[in-house]
């Protein structure tokens, strides 16, 4: 597994629900924040993927919250890709409050979907190789 990638964000008062904490859609949101920045990060456009006749896609997420978090939380949220291999892979994802606890663990797994034949590629690993200036931030040689 890679290091894992991180972005900052700070939690808005639009995004909290009527108890006052983070509304548990949007963690959803931070996680794909996340992932989008590490695709940035390691040199990867949404147009280079178009361009490339494939996309990301989402097959599973599970959200384990362990601490609500408030407006004005400031968070880390990190990404780490795991290969096992196959046409999947998986992300492992935390968003760590400012002391360093852990408010929600966030596990996807995810393919590369072809974009003509509607059929996820065989080695979503070889894609970020092909794609990216530094796959090393998705733990590719």
């Given amino acids: 597994m890679s ?3 991180s972005v900052p964000v700070t939690v808005r008062g639009y995004e ?3 108890q006052g904490h983070l509304n548990q859609a949007v963690y959803l949101n931070y996680a794909e924040h996340a992932r989008w920045s590490l695709l940035h990060a390691a040199g990867i456009s949404q147009s280079a993927l178009i361009g490339s006749g494939v996309g990301p896609v989402a097959l599973e997420t599970t959200i384990r919250y362990k601490r609500e978090l408030l407006a004005g939380d400031e968070v880390e949220v990190t990404c780490a890709f795991e290969w096992g291999g196959g046409k999947t892979f998986t992300i492992e994802q935390s968003v760590v409050k400012a002391d360093g606890s852990v408010a929600a ?4 797994v ?3 979907l072809d974009l003509e034949k509607r059929k996820l590629v065989a080695d979503p690993a070889e894609v970020f190789r092909k794609l990216a200036s530094d796959p090393g931030l998705f733990g590719l040689p």
Avoid: K, L, M, Q
């Fill in 105 to 108: 663990e966030i596990t996807a």
């Fill in 110 to 112: 995810g393919g590369i």
């Fill in 3 to 5: 290091e894992p990638f």
């Fill in 16 to 18: 909290t629900d009527v």
